[in-house]
């Protein structure tokens, strides 16, 4: 594609580009649909019962749930996930397959637009560019696995062993449980750009370095009150798992951008 293609060629390509993303998430997502019960009982599901990995690591915590969450091992626990409206398991087993193809073909989906806009760039921004991509990607995928190995795991199982009154018992539907799955793994995959959007931000010269000194006092309670909306739970342990490694991207993305007069 060069500088020199019309208006209707760029449309081309860009329709070209499309069809490839679409036909491999299309593929993908076939793939995830024939893969998804397997893939909901060895992965999805793993949290709800005591046997999985984080559960496993932290069964030596004997806490009293103010300052460390109760996960002995001689604490037995498991969701039960039950289905209340008559369609909901096949359109999950649909999305849920959408949402993994998606997942999964992203690296694809940004090669093929970095190859749509990479020929007007300079060759020292397509250098910056594709780097950039490298660690996005990185990056992403890095957020999903600490939202699905620990910031989900902690908070479902929080949740489902709250009790407002003795007289109420918990049972986790289906729609509620892949809700909140969905948002926490993919929140903590777009939390985790934080440095990436600090670098591009920096090149264009729209953020120093001092901001990230001036404002660190407000990011750290802006912080604070995030984790605890990520995981709403009422021990001190598991707010500071979720707060360390988000403070620690804040501090990261300082690193990665110019200071004044740079």
Known sequence: MSAE?????????????????SAVVLGMA?????????????????PCDDGFVLYRALSGLHGDGAWIPDLSAD??????????????????????????????SFPFVLYQLWGFVSPALYPNEKRHARG?????????????AVGYLVVFPLALRFLADYRLSD????????????DTFFML???????????????????????????????????????????????????????????????ALWEASALLVPKGGE
Not at 5 to 21: Q, T
Not at 172 to 178: G, N
């Open 5 to 21: 293609m019309s208006f209707w060629e760029h449309l081309g390509a860009l329709r070209d580009v499309l069809l490839r993303i």
């Open 30 to 46: 076939i793939a995830a649909f024939c893969l998804m019960p397997w893939i909901f009982d060895h992965v999805i599901l793993a």
């Open 75 to 104: 604490k037995p626990f498991e969701v039960e996930i039950i289905n209340i409206e008559l369609a909901s398991q096949f359109f999950i087993h649909m999305s849920a397959s959408v949402w993994l193809a998606f997942v999964v």
């Open 132 to 144: 950039a991509f490298l660690f996005g990607n990185l990056m992403f995928y890095l957020g999903m």
């Open 167 to 178: 007289r109420i018992a918990n049972t986790v539907s289906l729609t509620s449980y892949m």
């Open 185 to 247: 793994v993919l929140m903590m995959g777009l939390v985790f750009e934080l440095p990436l959007l600090a670098w591009l931000l920096g090149k264009m010269g729209l953020l120093k370095r001092e901001f990230f000194g001036r404002y660190r006092k407000y990011a750290a309670v802006g912080i604070l009150v995030l984790s605890g909306v990520i995981t709403p739970t009422s021990d001190l342990f598991t707010l500071f798992v979720v707060f360390i490694p988000i403070y």
